[in-house]
């Protein structure tokens, strides 16, 4: 069974920076994409970054040269870097990592940009 954790979501004032973390854990043989989508309130799911096996980003026009995707292939993790945050990436975000063949989720973290 594989389970994925997020953390590092929380409240960043207008200009500020955070960084989210999603860790998989349990029964893992290969490991392929990853990424983020968010979903703001009253919209639906977005994607917002994603990196490849290999290690190449993309990203929504709505972030790019804002945030920024990595990914930690030892410990099974994948990171988003979010600066000069905004209001309207107030949203809960959701990683996902692609893990034996599948896409697996995780349960979304908060991250609200508020003064």
């Known amino acids: 069974q594989v389970q994925l954790a997020e953390s590092g979501g929380g409240l960043v004032q207008p200009g500020g920076s955070l960084r989210i973390t999603c860790t998989a854990s349990?029964?893992?043989?290969?490991?392929?994409?990853m990424g983020w989508y968010r979903q703001r309130p009253g919209k639906g799911r977005e994607l917002v970054a994603e990196?490849?096996?290999?290690?190449?980003?993309s990203y929504s026009d709505s972030v790019k040269g804002r945030f920024r995707v990595s990914r930690d292939n030892a410990e099974n993790r994948v990171y988003l870097e979010m600066n000069s945050l905004k209001s309207e990436d107030t949203a809960v975000y959701y990683c996902?990592?692609?893990?034996?063949?599948?896409?697996?989720w995780g349960k979304g973290i908060q991250v609200t940009v508020s003064s």
């Open positions: 996902y990592i692609n893990i034996n063949g599948r896409a697996y």
């Open positions: 349990g029964t893992i043989f290969s490991v392929g994409a």
């Open positions: 990196i490849t096996s290999r290690g190449n980003p």
